[in-house]
């Protein structure tokens, strides 16, 4: 409804990445290397090719122009300088930006029926050679589908590897993505189990964007579609930032790639401040597993962050849904994301009918001040100063509009965030949970000189 690692050599094409404002170098630099004005990054937005959905990819940038084309086309070149919504591309797109980290680019979805049933939203990433997803549903009543897109020329080699409740489950190794190009990968191949599971995604050759998108169905008919965040790689501390509030499960997914059992505390960080949930306070998850605990009885229907501290590394998510029936249920995934920086911003397209609330998550013991500028569309953005309390969380409601950009600004470390979405939509009541990754985390910057038009 959120692990960056520097990029394996590209052979022969890649001539510098940079990573997290890292520079390594993947071969030694050309003698007369295209300069730093020429340098680009830029991330991918997946865009389901679906007849049923409201598919909207926004992107922006602050005081830079954002370019976008499809993954197809990429010669086929849009450029603004102004917020760009492109609608039901109906293929992966690329957005860039020149020589800045100061942008930001998400993908919402809507249905009120067929395979893509629901809400949905996802943040859009770079190539990497590592990506972490945890709550993959492979039950008998799910589908999920691994999206890996390739915006180098040359192959990238893709390996899967899966956490399940009892221990790791065998996965597709040395799938070939081509230059330029999607690869969809159906974890049906994984046995089944009616646990959720976590997958690690790593590259042996190249690098890929990597996507989860998984269905739910209730024998024939589909009643939930999700994307999967793709999470930080395992840690010893994680915060997790978006619970929505109300009704419905809250099912705690952590995962232990290690070869020891991890001791796992859980901090429930509320508007009320700090607390311990009675009957869920520790999990203890052997080597190589995923475990779930249940959160909502204690959560009492609040919205809130989770905070995890853990003996060893390990990562998490937490699967949500509206408590409703089968035939208005719906369903999104909460990740484990990093803080955010002292200034990001996010475009958000939820549309006129659906209903947005940022979620801000402090983890710190002091009191984290923040300011806000949040813009409908093109508009001027209105600045509000919110005080988000030590170890305690926070929702600013947003406008109801086509698309709000959302900027943050915050001398704090330890600030988490997230939208959490609610529409109606037919019967469905929709619910979707974006983690807000600032696109630096996401991105490479690479200056490209063999093949200018993906640049």
């Known amino acids: 409804m959120k692990p960056w690692i520097v990029p394996a050599a590209l052979a022969l094409v890649l001539a510098a990445a940079v990573t997290a404002g890292s520079l390594v170098s993947a071969q030694p630099l050309p003698e007369s290397p295209v300069g730093e004005s020429d340098s ?8 389901p090719d679906t007849a ?4 909207r990819v926004a992107a922006v940038a602050v005081g830079e122009t954002v370019r976008t084309s499809k993954l197809s086309t990429p010669r086929k070149v849009a450029e603004s300088n102004k917020l760009v919504v492109v609608e039901n591309p109906r293929q992966p797109m690329r957005v860039s930006v020149k020589d800045t980290h100061l942008f930001g680019a998400t993908t919402i979805s809507s249905a009120p029926n067929g395979p893509s049933r629901g809400l949905a939203a996802s943040g859009c990433a770079s190539p990497q050679s590592e990506h972490w997803f945890t709550g993959v549903d492979v039950s008998k009543e799910a589908q999920a589908d691994l999206i890996l897109v390739n915006l180098d020329s040359a192959e990238a080699v893709v390996d899967l590897v899966a956490y399940g409740p009892g221990g790791r489950l065998n996965a597709p190794r040395g799938v070939s993505v081509k230059g330029g190009s999607q690869q969809a990968v ?3 191949v994984i046995d089944r189990t009616d646990q959720p599971i976590t997958l690690k995604v790593t590259t042996s050759q190249g690098r890929v964007a990597a ?3 998984q269905f739910s169905w209730n024998r ?7 994307w999967v965040p793709d999470g930080l790689a395992p840690a010893a501390n994680l915060v997790l930032p978006g619970i929505p509030a109300g009704g419905g499960s809250r099912t705690l997914v952590v995962s232990n790639p290690g070869e020891l059992t991890a001791g796992v505390d859980i901090d429930v960080l509320s508007p009320t401040g700090l607390s311990q949930l009675s009957d869920a306070q520790r999990i203890d998850v052997p080597p190589a597993t995923t475990q779930t605990i249940e959160l909502a009885p204690g959560l009492d229907g609040e919205a809130a962050g989770v905070r995890l501290t853990s003996n060893l590394p390990v990562t ?7 408590g409703r029936p089968t035939a208005s ?3 999104a995934v909460a990740g484990y994301t990093p803080p955010l920086p002292s200034d990001a911003v996010w475009p958000v397209s939820l549309g006129t009918g659906t209903t947005g609330q940022l979620q801000l998550v402090n983890a710190a013991a002091t009191d984290a001040t923040v300011t806000l500028s949040i813009a409908k569309g093109t508009a001027a953005a209105v600045d509000t100063t919110v005080t988000v309390p030590a170890e305690s969380s926070t929702t600013v409601a947003l406008p109801k509009t086509l698309t709000t950009v959302i900027r943050i600004r915050t001398d704090s470390t330890l600030l988490y965030g997230s939208v959490v979405a609610t529409s109606s939509s037919g019967g469905v009541k ?3 949970v974006l983690d807000l990754v600032a696109s630096e985390a996401r991105s490479s910057r690479a200056t490209i000189a063999y093949d200018p038009h993906l640049s």
């Open 40 to 47: 680009r990054v830029s991330v991918v937005c997946p865009a």
């Open 52 to 55: 049923t959905a409201d598919v």
């Open 186 to 188: 159906p974890l049906s």
């Open 211 to 213: 996507f989860l998108r």
């Open 220 to 226: 024939t008919a589909p009643y939930s579609s999700d």
């Open 316 to 322: 998490a998510a937490v699967l949500v849904d509206n």
């Open 329 to 331: 249920i719906d369903s």
């Open 430 to 432: 929709g619910i979707a």
